[in-house]
């Protein structure tokens, strides 16, 4: 397979493994991963769900989150096999790690519904999942050679950090939550940034201070992030992470002025729970894309494609 297809075939690995994310921030911000009881099908006797309006306890988005979640998988051991021989060892190694990491993912989020899933299980899911994420951007920037941003270095550690330190808190959400008193889980356990006050249901409020602490740090990470690209000529991906943020930024206001209670999803609105979910996976996405794109091409990279593009002809 020649680069311009393995290329598009990599953006699509990675396009869906960031919508499987996407989803799931979903499905945990409406409460729908327990309205699909069996796996693969949504029901012993049934494969697909009914439609369904609304946002809450929608069979639909489950059902949908582990269709595009298959489709990521398939695709991204597609990439692994047809760049096996490529010259850029991240092209090699990258998407096998991804596809490790995804599968294991995938595990986890069905043992979810068929079983009781200890929290170490729990935040090895999301974590896997996101680290997925950056290494199937990583591999589709790695074949797009000559995007590479300048300063590269400083860029790629404070890219780096940010992603790192974002994974630290969103894993620390599912550690703290509490249950509801409708018996779901506390909205602080999906992919969000912190409420901005204590969740009187959640647990530990030193760790609940030290999540909104190292949301503080993020944001200006983020924002340090965007200038830095945005001198490096990225101005899209600059404007995407400040956008970005600025959005969960208020939403968390609208949140925080509407009231946090007991009730499910804390009493947040669906869509804005949703929307709120879903902003935190772009902004860990755009996180990603500034990392791979800091990364730096490999020694030998040109003379090898040359020569691998000599042995075709």
């Not at 639909?60 to 060892?89: K, M, N, Q, S, Y």
């Not at 991240?90 to 998407?95: G, I, K």
């Not at 995938?106 to 896997?128: K, Q, R, Y």
Request: net charge positive.
């Amino acid at each position: 397979m020649n680069d311009s297809r393995l290329t598009k075939l990599s953006a699509w690995a990675m396009g869906l493994v960031f919508v499987t994310i996407l989803l799931g921030s979903m499905v945990c911000a409406t409460d729908s991963s327990s309205t699909c009881p069996a796996w693969p099908a949504c029901y012993p006797d049934q494969i697909a769900p009914q439609l369904q309006v609304g946002w809450l306890e929608n069979p639909v988005i489950e059902f949908v989150h582990r269709a595009i979640a298959f489709a990521g998988l398939v695709l991204t051991g597609l990439t692994g096999w047809f760049g096996r021989r490529h010259p850029d060892g991240r092209v090699r190694v990258l998407p096998w790690v991804a596809l490790g990491c995804a599968v294991g993912s995938a595990v986890f989020g069905m043992m979810i519904i068929l079983f009781t899933l200890p929290l170490l299980l729990g935040l090895l899911d999301l974590g896997l999942a996101l680290v997925a994420l950056l290494l199937t951007t990583t591999t589709y920037l790695a074949l797009r050679r000559g995007e590479m941003l300048a300063d590269a270095v400083p860029t790629r550690r404070l890219a780096g950090g940010a992603f790192a330190l974002l994974v630290v808190m969103h894993l620390l959400g599912s550690v703290v939550a509490g249950t509801t008193a409708t018996g779901t889980g506390s909205f602080t356990r999906c992919l969000s940034w912190p409420l901005w006050t204590m969740v009187e249901i959640d647990g530990s409020p030193a760790l609940q201070g030290l999540r909104m602490a190292m949301a503080v740090v993020a944001a200006g990470a983020i924002i340090a992030l965007a200038e830095r690209v945005r001198r490096a000529g990225a101005g899209g991906l600059a404007l995407a992470l400040v956008v970005s943020l600025i959005v969960e930024l208020g939403l968390g206001m609208i949140i925080l002025g509407a009231g946090i209670d007991a009730g499910q999803t804390n009493g947040i609105q669906a869509t804005i729970a949703v929307g709120y979910s879903v902003t935190a996976v772009v902004i860990m996405w755009c996180v990603a894309f500034a990392f791979a794109r800091a990364m730096p091409r490999p020694t030998g990279h040109s003379a090898a494609a040359s020569g691998a593009a000599a042995t075709r002809r």
